[in-house]
């Protein structure tokens, strides 16, 4: 290599220089400084870093042509900046080069010579769509080929400077690329892109198989962390609930259902009836405040975060209290491709911090991101789509779902499809008049009657009856609550009474900021990046522990607070609602008993 | 409070769950069924039977024609676990769901 003549006319002071030996590279290193020459102490130290930094690259880069760099050790750079590169020439911090920086001054020189690589034509990763999908600059769904300009991987970044420019964001991914050993782990994702890049990776820690969770709605007396092994999932469904009659719920509700296996199970189709070991990814905006705004929503106001829930709660949710049918369509992945979409899910849930558009960003928008950056095969723009049936009929369409699935006769069975359970609100009606000349002709008649007008008529019913009628009076019950619902909320907003409901106000706020922490998990530990690693989860088990056990106390004292807000009246007729379910299942149980039935115990 | 909580909700499954349940003012929610058995903890394997309640209802109401997945979930859970439900069947097994 011949010594390069570093000259730069613009420099009032001319320098000395020095030039690397490039015994193993295919490019040279030349360092001049700005102001007195380097001493023989920065020299050693100069060297010393390049060496050493050399020494840490992929062979692809240390071997590559043209990477030729020109360092020049500057004291006028800005007080926050470490180095700058133009193209070959880098200006580096010469404050770095004081005894105790080692590390600080490599991590420096790593970033600046990523920024030389990737703008050379051997790099070029900032500007290739798969890294931006990754890193966080998704295209948008409506305008095509453009991307977002803001980031929102803002949770537990390593370094909040990534986020500046995709170029940042390789420069600062590289450095810890090729230092942490966690990297892997950490960003696996991103650790596989790399390494395909430079078929080369420097050595890594193990990973845990299980991806870590935080369930927004843990039930019972569970913890919500979730560990999550993708060799546990058989398939992953795309979860679609269905529109109904309201204005703007007629494009449904997209989500995504893992099938995962009851423990012990091998994976297989009969994971499909763990049903309640399924877990369902859900896009949803989180509200964060007592009252909801249409405009906050269409302006993106609302954070939107992925929820991790319980398939039973889901089904709940939607085909009984709001009763609409949810479509259970698998989609066809490959095993290392369910593992890969699950990754990408729980770095979602650790660092994104997106907001929620109604049209520009929706469950569906999210949904799309999430399935064609976890499963690059996917990464077709044809599947593109801001509805979230419109997206389950173009994944029917490309044979990326198969749809079928709803055709077969055992759907409901099988658990493809979960009815809206009012489809058969009228049928067990009409079973039940059968047996008894109840009063009306419709069902909605009997939900509309009076509990205790229908109380009499339950105490006589024979067993096949009786079940019908008990799913009825979980019907009623369940629509009571809702209007109960409604009357709370217009009381809430009521300024007339808002002594009266100030304190269930109160419970309320507090509830919602304690649900923000399980459904934005990184904010519940400091410490790390990306997924949180054995250690931080030590952490985090006893913060979400204590802030589950503050939710389940503020719901039950909310419950208490909503109830005291009722009406007498409105007080009654819970009580003779739970009478009658208590009743008719006091008497299916004597009937059943009476019958010489099976006893379960 | 959500003036038009429904709108929203349904278009985005907002985050309801919130709400699910806490405003009812009964304990209720679609499991406790007026079931005996259905306060206090509940292992993981009653779970499967509490869930499949409503669904084992339907379907000893409607003589078999009504069956959900839960039913089905249930009904392999208890001939796996339960000796006197090995033998039984689907309907026996409904009977005796809806009788706990």
Not at chain 1, 267 to 291: E, Y
Request: charged letters at 25%; aromatic letters at 6%; a neutral charge.
């Amino acid at each position: 290599m011949p010594l390069r003549i570093c000259r730069r006319t613009a420099l009032a002071v001319l320098t000395c220089l020095l030039a690397v030996p490039a015994a193993a590279s295919g490019w040279s290193v030349t360092h001049t400084a700005h102001g007195a020459p380097l001493d023989a102490r920065e020299s050693t130290a100069a060297f010393a870093a390049v060496e050493s930094v050399r020494a840490r690259l992929p062979p692809r880069w240390r071997d590559a042509d043209d990477l030729d760099v020109a360092i020049e050790w500057r004291n006028d750079l800005p007080e926050t900046v470490h180095g700058r590169a133009f193209g070959p020439h880098l200006r580096m911090r010469r404050a770095l080069l004081a005894p105790d920086d080692a590390h600080a001054r490599e991590s420096a020189l790593l970033h600046e010579l990523a920024h030389r690589y990737d703008r050379s034509t051997h790099g070029g990763l900032s500007r290739d769509a798969r890294l931006r999908d990754l890193a966080g600059w998704p295209q948008r769904p409506l305008r095509l080929g453009t991307r977002v300009r803001e980031n929102a991987m803002r949770d537990r970044s390593p370094d909040a400077y990534e986020l500046t420019s995709p170029a940042e964001f390789v420069a600062v991914n590289l450095e810890y690329f090729l230092t942490d050993p966690d990297y892997a782990c950490r960003r696996p994702a991103l650790h596989a892109y790399f390494a395909a890049h430079f078929d080369w990776a420097p050595s890594a820690a193990d990973c845990a198989a299980a991806l870590p969770f935080v369930e927004a709605e843990a039930s019972g007396r569970e913890t919500p962390l979730l560990p999550l092994d993708p060799a546990r999932v058989y398939a992953v469904d795309y979860l679609l609930a269905e529109g109904n009659a309201r204005p703007m719920s007629a494009w449904g509700h997209s989500m995504l259902r893992l099938v995962i296996c009851a423990p012990g199970r091998p994976a297989g189709p009969d994971c499909r009836l763990d049903l309640q070991h399924h877990r369902v990814l859900s896009f949803r905006a989180f509200v964060d405040d007592v009252q909801i705004s249409n405009l906050r929503g269409l302006t993106g106001r609302y954070p939107s975060r992925l929820f991790v829930l319980p398939l039973d709660q889901v089904i709940d949710e939607y085909t009984r209290i709001e009763l609409r049918g949810l479509q259970s369509v698998p989609l066809r992945l490959a095993p290392d491709e369910i593992a890969s979409l699950l990754e990408r899910a729980a770095t979602l849930h650790w660092s994104y911090d997106g907001r929620y558009w109604f049209v520009g960003n929706n469950c569906a928008v999210e949904t799309w991101k999430l399935l064609h950056t976890g499963v690059p095969r996917l990464a077709d723009a044809r599947l593109r789509s801001i509805t979230p049936n419109g997206l389950l009929r173009k994944l029917a369409r490309s044979g990326d779902a198969d749809a079928s699935v709803l055709e077969r006769e055992d759907a409901v069975r099988a658990g493809f499809y979960f009815p809206s359970a009012d489809t058969e609100y009228q049928a067990l009606f009409d079973i039940a008049r059968t047996a008894q000349a109840l009063p009306g002709t419709t069902v909605e008649d009997w939900l509309a009657s009076e509990p205790e007008s229908r109380a009499s008529w339950l105490a006589t019913t024979g067993q096949r009856d009786g079940a019908a009628l008990l799913v009825l009076e979980h019907a009623a019950r369940r629509r009571n609550e809702l209007e109960l619902r409604d009357a709370l909320k217009r009381r809430l907003l009521d300024p007339r009474q808002a002594a009266r409901v100030a304190p269930a106000v109160a419970t309320l706020r507090e509830l919602l900021a304690a649900g923000d922490g399980l459904s934005r998990p990184a904010q519940l530990i400091d410490g790390g990046y990306g997924l949180p690693q054995a250690a931080e989860q030590v952490v985090l088990r006893d913060g979400v522990d204590a802030r589950a056990l503050k939710l389940r106390g503020l719901r039950s004292q909310l419950e208490g607070e909503a109830r005291a807000a009722l009406t007498v009246e409105e007080q009654a007729r819970v009580a003779a609602l739970d009478r009658n379910v208590e009743m008719l299942g006091a008497r299916l149980r004597a009937l059943h008993r009476e019958a010489g039935g099976l006893q379960l115990d | 409070m959500m003036v038009r909580t429904a709108f929203v909700l349904l278009l985005s499954g907002l985050s309801a769950s919130a709400f699910a349940g806490s405003f009812a003012g009964t304990s209720a929610g679609a499991s406790s069924a007026g079931s005996s058995g259905s306060s206090g903890s509940t292992s993981g394997d009653d779970k499967v039977v509490l869930q499949a309640r409503e669904d084992a209802a339907g379907f000893v109401a409607s003589d078999g024609r009504i069956r959900g997945a839960r039913l089905e979930a249930a009904l392999r859970h208890l001939r796996a676990s339960n000796a006197a439900a090995r033998d039984a069947s689907d309907l026996e097994i409904a009977q005796a769901i809806l009788a706990r």
